[in-house]
Structure formats: C-alpha cells, structure tokens
C-alpha cells in the first residue's frame, strides 16, 4: 500500500503558475513511476505528464512546453505548471503504479491514487 497527497492547487488567472506537490509515505519518489492526471467537470479523467527513474518523462500534448513533471530523491513529485488556461482548470490527481516503468496516460494503468487537489484558472 502506498498512500499519496497532494497540495499546492489553488485559483489563478489565466497565464498565471501553479505547482503542485504530491508525497508518497514510503519508497522513493525518483524510482518508480508517478504520474500527474486530472479531471474535469463532467470529463473523464485524463493523464498530464508521467515520470520514472526521475527522470524519463511523457505529457499529454496539450500541456507540453507549459507543464514541467519533477521527482526529487526523497519522496515528493511536484507538477510546475505555466502559462494555465481556463481548460486547465481541473482536480489534479497523483498516482503511482509503483513499477519501475510507467503505463502511460491511462488511468486503469495506476493502482494507488492521492486525494487530489483543485485547480481553478479564470479567464
């Protein structure tokens, strides 16, 4: 079992930045996979950017070159996020699978999940 938090959501306007912290209570944040998702009002949860080893990462394309996935050698992902937009505007989830590989985008592929933090972005 391994049990996550997040912090640092909050409200911004548009073209403002945000970075959200995730801890993990055990195993190193720089080892296996973390992931960033998020979801919407009314959408489907949808994944933002994975990690793992600390450093191999993926984005969904509509946060690449505004969103920066980071693990550090303790126990803390975080998620700097620039230049948000209104359909930014989403609860954020971390999640592990706790695998030395990451299964992408999916969430079916995360089997430990955090609480999630809101996210708002206005126009």
């Known amino acids: 079992q391994v049990n996550l938090m997040e912090s640092g959501g909050g409200s911004v306007e548009a073209g403002g930045s945000l970075r959200l912290s995730c801890e993990r209570d055990r195993g190193l944040a720089n080892v296996y996979c973390m992931a960033w998702f998020r979801q919407a009002p009314g959408k489907e949860r949808e994944g933002v950017a994975t990690?793992?080893?600390?450093?191999?990462t993926t984005y969904a394309d509509s946060v690449k070159g505004r969103f920066i996935i980071s693990a550090d050698n303790r126990n803390t992902l975080s998620l700097q996020m620039n230049n948000l937009k209104p359909e930014d505007t989403a609860i954020y989830y971390c999640?592990?699978?706790?695998?030395?590989?990451?299964?992408?985008?999916?969430?079916?592929?995360?089997?430990?999940w955090g609480q999630g933090t809101q996210v708002t972005v206005s126009a």
């Open positions: 999640a592990t699978n706790n695998q030395l590989f990451c299964n992408g985008l999916t969430p079916a592929g995360y089997k430990f």
């Open positions: 990690i793992v080893h600390g450093l191999t």
